[in-house]
């Protein structure tokens, strides 16, 4: 007979608690073991197989949502696209990059949508610009503007956006400039002064809108400018200008006017597109290991009216940068406009045959077309040459010993007229 077992609800044999039983009687192998199996009022408990085909499912789905969360984190969070003012340009022609701590990755988008390149090279000073830049460019003429170069009217304003600066002798020892400007339009230039014969006959070369105040008068038609500047066809006299009383200025040095305000009123007279100039050579700057070393050099326009040396020039080459500073007078030369020191990427020491007119005003002769000496220049190096102009509207051309055509560095030139006569250039350091 099968043994009867009672079990509790704690599952430990006890005589005290009476329940109803359930017996489940099997073949006993081992019988000081019970093969009987009693549950109180349950059945038994049946676990069911793993489906094995929901598991493997489980663990893809899983490496799935994984990967694409890796991949966007990864792969679009963490390499996002360079914004604009990190991309900045090689001093190299035509060429974009980006900052060496950047991932190449990350250099390979921007290179997929490269910016439009500077193709387009400036007639005037050899600057680089976009096709589109450079259309709406040709819709304008060049402006020369004659200012002031008198102590009484420094600092001068805008000479830092001209593309290129004549200076040279006028009365008295003094020097002024006639600033060309095209490829930017400062809001305000001056001290604008009175223009003499012979920078009309350097500005012809650009058929610009003229910007002056006043001109020299005489019967001598060398000397002229009044009435050779009304009968210039491709000299566009722009009377445009204010009086600014700044507390600092007082007349005649308080003229001033505006390149985008000649451009203005040019459409008015359709004086508005760019006129047939031609261009100079122009090259890239010269590697770090290939320039001259730093260097001063001093322009004295007048040797023998002085004026305390007001209106010497000092050019000192920063080999770094390859740029030459300016002082005048012996102080920093700066534009008003901008609070920086005057530059210039290339300067030419043009020498020219200077005389008196003999009238009344000390009026100076110079003799601007033919041809004479010169010395460029730029890289931290001075190349002699010679320059050539063949009529007034022709282009100034500069040569250097062997008779090739000088190539200037993209950038500001300023051309120093020194006299043959009262002139002098020198390397100080």
Same mark, same amino acid.
């Given at each position: 007979?099968?043994?009867?077992?009672?079990?509790?609800?704690?599952?430990?044999?006890?005589?005290?608690?009476?329940?109803?039983?359930?017996?489940?009687?099997?073949?006993?192998?081992?019988?000081?073991?019970?093969?009987?199996?009693?549950?109180?009022?349950?059945?038994?408990?049946?676990?069911?197989?793993?489906?094995?085909?929901?598991?493997?499912?489980?663990?893809?789905?899983?490496? $799935?949502? /994984?990967?694409?969360?890796?991949?966007? #984190?990864?792969? *679009?969070? +963490? %390499?996002?696209?360079?914004?604009? !003012?990190?991309?900045?340009?090689?001093?190299?022609?035509? $060429?974009? /990059?980006?900052?060496?701590?950047?991932? #190449?990755?990350? *250099?390979? +988008? %921007?290179?997929?949508?490269?910016? !439009?390149?500077?193709?387009?090279?400036?007639?005037?000073?050899?600057?680089?610009?976009?096709?589109?830049?450079?259309?709406?460019?040709?819709?304008?003429?060049?402006?020369?503007?004659?200012?002031?170069?008198?102590?009484?009217?420094?600092?001068?304003?805008?000479?830092?956006?001209?593309?290129?600066?004549?200076?040279?002798?006028?009365?008295?020892?003094?020097?002024?400039?006639?600033?060309?400007?095209?490829?930017?339009?400062?809001?305000?230039?001056?001290?604008?002064?009175?223009?003499?014969?012979?920078?009309?006959?350097?500005?012809?070369?650009?058929?610009?809108?003229?910007?002056?105040?006043?001109?020299?008068?005489?019967?001598?038609?060398?000397?002229?400018?009044?009435?050779?500047?009304?009968?210039?066809?491709?000299?566009?006299?722009?009377?445009?200008?204010?009086?600014?009383?700044?507390?600092?200025?007082?007349?005649?040095?308080?003229?001033?006017?505006?390149?985008?305000?000649?451009?203005?009123?040019?459409?008015?007279?359709?004086?508005?597109?760019?006129?047939?100039?031609?261009?100079?050579?122009?090259?890239?700057?010269?590697?770090?290991?290939?320039?001259?070393?730093?260097?001063?050099?001093?322009?004295?326009?007048?040797?023998?009216?002085?004026?305390?040396?007001?209106?010497?020039?000092?050019?000192?080459?920063?080999?770094?940068?390859?740029?030459?500073?300016?002082?005048?007078?012996?102080?920093?030369?700066?534009?008003?406009?901008?609070?920086?020191?005057?530059?210039?990427?290339?300067?030419?020491?043009?020498?020219?045959?200077?005389?008196?007119?003999?009238?009344?005003?000390?009026?100076?002769?110079?003799?601007?077309?033919?041809?004479?000496?010169?010395?460029?220049?730029?890289?931290?190096?001075?190349?002699?040459?010679?320059?050539?102009?063949?009529?007034?509207?022709?282009?100034?051309?500069?040569?250097?010993?062997?008779?090739?055509?000088?190539?200037?560095?993209?950038?500001?030139?300023?051309?120093?007229?020194?006299?043959?006569?009262?002139?002098?250039?020198?390397?100080?350091?």
């Amino acid at each position: 007979m099968p043994k009867e077992i009672n079990i509790s609800d704690k599952g430990k044999p006890t005589e005290e608690i009476k329940t109803e039983t359930l017996i489940v009687e099997q073949p006993s192998i081992n019988p000081k073991k019970p093969d009987k199996e009693i549950i109180k009022n349950k059945p038994p408990k049946v676990t069911k197989p793993i489906n094995k085909n929901f598991l493997i499912f489980g663990i893809v789905a899983f490496l $799935v949502v /994984s990967g694409i969360a890796l991949f966007f #984190y990864f792969g *679009i969070y +963490k %390499v996002r696209p360079i914004s604009p !003012e990190s991309v900045v340009p090689f001093s190299e022609d035509f $060429v974009s /990059s980006v900052k060496g701590s950047q991932k #190449y990755s990350t *250099i390979l +988008k %921007v290179l997929d949508n490269p910016s !439009e390149p500077r193709t387009e090279v400036s007639p005037l000073n050899g600057l680089l610009f976009t096709k589109k830049e450079m259309a709406e460019m040709l819709k304008r003429r060049p402006v020369a503007v004659m200012s002031s170069n008198h102590v009484d009217a420094r600092p001068l304003s805008g000479l830092s956006s001209s593309d290129i600066v004549i200076e040279a002798n006028v009365e008295g020892g003094i020097t002024r400039h006639m600033a060309i400007y095209w490829s930017e339009a400062p809001e305000r230039v001056g001290s604008v002064r009175s223009v003499r014969q012979y920078y009309l006959e350097w500005a012809s070369e650009y058929s610009p809108l003229f910007i002056r105040v006043g001109c020299a008068s005489s019967t001598d038609s060398r000397i002229n400018a009044c009435g050779n500047i009304r009968l210039y066809d491709n000299v566009k006299d722009i009377d445009i200008f204010w009086r600014w009383n700044d507390g600092r200025r007082y007349a005649p040095h308080n003229a001033y006017s505006s390149v985008t305000s000649a451009w203005e009123k040019a459409e008015k007279y359709n004086w508005d597109s760019f006129p047939d100039v031609k261009s100079w050579s122009f090259k890239r700057d010269a590697d770090l290991d290939q320039r001259g070393e730093n260097m001063v050099a001093q322009v004295t326009f007048h040797t023998a009216l002085r004026n305390s040396g007001d209106y010497d020039v000092l050019w000192t080459y920063d080999k770094t940068t390859n740029t030459y500073f300016r002082k005048v007078g012996g102080q920093v030369d700066i534009d008003q406009e901008t609070n920086k020191q005057l530059t210039a990427k290339n300067i030419v020491i043009q020498n020219v045959k200077m005389v008196y007119s003999g009238d009344s005003k000390g009026h100076m002769i110079i003799t601007t077309i033919g041809q004479g000496d010169a010395k460029f220049l730029f890289d931290g190096k001075i190349t002699e040459g010679t320059w050539k102009k063949d009529s007034r509207n022709s282009r100034t051309m500069y040569y250097d010993s062997s008779g090739k055509e000088i190539q200037f560095n993209r950038g500001r030139i300023w051309i120093e007229m020194v006299s043959l006569s009262y002139g002098k250039f020198a390397i100080i350091e």
